[in-house]
């Protein structure tokens, strides 16, 4: 159940980056500067997130191989 979550999270949090780069390149092409910036933030507060999730996912396998064998 803990590995669908994570992947879920991982998807859900890679989808909000491409969002965001989508709305970067807008803001950035529309000369919204401002805009470019909390979209820059938001992504890589979203890429973190992403990273964090990967390394519990690799945990949590990890601990059912320990205990199969």
């Known amino acids: 159940m803990a590995k669908k979550i994570c992947w879920v999270i991982i998807f859900i949090t890679l989808a909000l980056n491409v969002v965001m780069l989508q709305w970067t390149i807008e803001a950035y092409l529309g000369l919204e500067f401002d805009l470019v910036f909390r ?5 890589l507060v979203s890429s973190a997130i992403a990273l964090i999730t990967l390394f519990k996912w690799k945990q949590v ?9």
């Open 39 to 43: 979209y820059t933030v938001i992504a």
């Open 61 to 69: 396998e990890y601990q059912k191989e320990e205990s199969a064998n």
